[in-house]
């Protein structure tokens, strides 16, 4: 039951999280913009520019060597902050469509998202995929029009193209004055002054000129048509855009919109005080067996993904938590209550992406990673006793298919070891045929297949061979008790073992060539249900995401 947060410190440490995943397409500028709101913040001194790839810094979110040298982000990051008495956990996804399903898991564990569209280009193809998960989900979306020091869409336009394709109303808090060379600065609407551009450095410099006040004839004689454009845009919008309304921005329906240059250091302060003014701080979060509200006394928390070698060094894997209840202390007891395993975690720590510290506690909405030797699957749901199973984890059914062996046959441990590992992060998946030695490799795109390749060798010693599959269609296989249960699934099993696999947490998959062979055995094995998306918990599923 919530209690009032005036008598209840465990309610007041809550209420000063805030926990966000940043979203776009790939090379909107993301993991640009998540630097800056770690330099703003304070929590970093030096920002490092993800395109300098043969440089010596690198961005603090990539930390992956194959990240450095393609300038991409393929693993989600997870960094805290603390801005203005408030405790932000940031998570950057990656933007490439292929890692799509590590996006889809992080955004379960967010209360808010802040997109990131590049002002050339506008809404793109991912920044739409992305949306329809958070808006299944109703989560909260900020938007962030970026690289305004560029030749770029008109704001106009740009504002028009994201309310038609996102099907949500948009209200800006800030506009822009120019853009490419004759970029002049943005105009905060809430607090009506200007803030004036110049290009950044990576180090945070002196404070921005501020200007008070929209309308002072000074400032159309110093910023010349481009003020006067802003200004007439300006008194458009004041008539025609609708008021921000905090009930509708926190159901999913309306984001504020902030105009600026990641890379310049510009319009990032805007951004970091609205997520502390308007993102809302954790809420309850549905359990099969009830809903569980974050300022409950005891620790309840779940597993949404897991990292291999994030330390090379150690082999370490870490699980990362997402903390739904109550309090987490170090050394407490907690049991993981898919196996009944006891866990007692001493070395928890919290991100700085790469960089991590002991942790001693932690409330909800706060992300934490504890050391996982395979105890710690996708999806599990960690609690100081109770049986609960949280929700809405998705595993999609890959679209494509790789065979893998290992080119030197005295190194086929290490590949084994390897797979299991990337399989249980779930950047890739991993099938282990019922008959048959081979192991497959399914994923969404093809770039999975080259990071898996990639990761193998630098990170297990194992150089692989990936070759063609001559599947193309998979789905999960179940069989409910009015219908024979497991011993109808055996049966199906039995009958296909050349079609079946088992994958990371041994569910049965059935494996096709064609789609045709999937309709006609679902026809030939009536009372058998397959499955185009999996959750951990007794497959449960959500017909939103299926589709």
Not at 180 to 204: A, C, I, Y
Request: include cysteine; aromatic fraction near 8%.
């Amino acid at each position: 039951m919530s209690t009032d947060i005036t008598s209840n410190p465990l309610a007041t440490a809550v209420r000063r999280r805030r926990t966000f995943a940043i979203i776009s397409h790939p090379d909107a500028g993301k993991t640009t913009l998540t630097e800056k709101l770690l330099l703003f913040s304070g929590a970093i001194q030096i920002a490092g520019s993800v395109k300098a790839r043969k440089a010596t810094r690198h961005a603090t979110s990539d930390w992956m060597e194959i990240e450095k040298q393609r300038g991409i982000s393929v693993a989600s990051s997870v960094m805290q902050m603390e801005y203005r008495d408030c405790v932000i956990n940031l998570l950057d996804t990656p933007g490439h469509q292929d890692f799509s399903e590590d996006t889809y898991r992080v955004l379960t564990a967010v209360d808010a998202a802040l997109m990131v569209i590049d002002a050339a280009n506008g809404v793109e193809p991912q920044t739409r995929r992305l949306l329809q998960v958070c808006r299944a989900r109703n989560t909260p979306i900020l938007t962030f029009v970026n690289k305004m020091d560029r030749e770029v869409k008109d704001p106009l336009v740009l504002m028009d193209e994201i309310e038609r394709e996102l099907g949500m109303e948009v209200v800006p808090f800030t506009w822009p004055v120019g853009m490419g060379k004759n970029f002049h600065g943005v105009m905060d609407l809430r607090e009506k002054q200007m803030r004036v551009f110049s290009p950044g450095e990576d180090r945070k410099g002196a404070e921005d000129e501020i200007l008070d006040g929209l309308d002072n004839p000074a400032y159309a004689e110093r910023f010349g048509m481009q003020y006067d454009q802003a200004e007439a845009e300006i008194e458009l919008l004041t008539d025609a855009a609708p008021p921000f309304e905090p009930a509708v921005f926190l159901a999913g329906h309306q984001t504020p919109m902030f105009f600026g240059s990641a890379v310049n250091n510009f319009g990032v302060r805007e951004v970091l005080d609205a997520l502390v003014d308007l993102a809302p701080p954790p809420g309850s979060r549905a359990a099969i067996q009830r809903v569980v509200q974050p300022d409950e006394p005891k620790f309840t928390g779940v597993v949404f993904k897991i990292q291999a070698n994030m330390d090379p060094a150690h082999r370490d894997r870490i699980a990362f938590v997402r903390v739904a209840s109550g309090r987490f202390e170090r050394g407490m007891r907690l049991k993981v209550v898919r196996s009944g395993k006891e866990l007692r975690p001493n070395t928890v720590v919290t991100f700085m992406s790469q960089r991590r510290e002991l942790l001693d506690e932690a409330f909800a909405g706060d992300i934490i990673g504890i050391p996982n030797h395979g105890v710690l699957q996708l999806g599990d749901t960690l609690t100081e006793g109770e049986s609960l199973q949280f929700t809405g984890l998705p595993f999609f059914a890959p679209e494509m298919f790789r065979s893998v062996e290992v080119a030197d046959p005295l190194r086929t441990k290490q590949l084994r070891a390897g797979l299991t590992q990337l399989g249980e992060e779930g950047a890739i998946q991993v099938f282990r045929p019922v008959a048959g030695s081979v192991l497959l490799l399914g994923a969404v795109g093809q770039l999975q297949f080259e990071v898996v390749a990639h990761r193998l060798e630098h990170e297990y010693g194992c150089k692989a061979r990936i070759m063609p599959a001559r599947y193309n269609v998979a789905r999960w296989v179940t069989c409910p008790e009015e219908n024979g249960g497991a011993k109808e699934l055996q049966r199906f099993i039995d009958g296909n073992a050349h079609r079946v696999a088992l994958d990371a947490v041994n569910a049965p998959t059935v494996l096709l060539e064609y789609a045709g062979e999937l309709r006609a055995m679902q026809d030939n094995w009536p009372k058998i249900q397959f499955h185009a998306l999996r959750e951990h918990a007794g497959l449960v599923f959500q017909k939103q995401l299926e589709g």
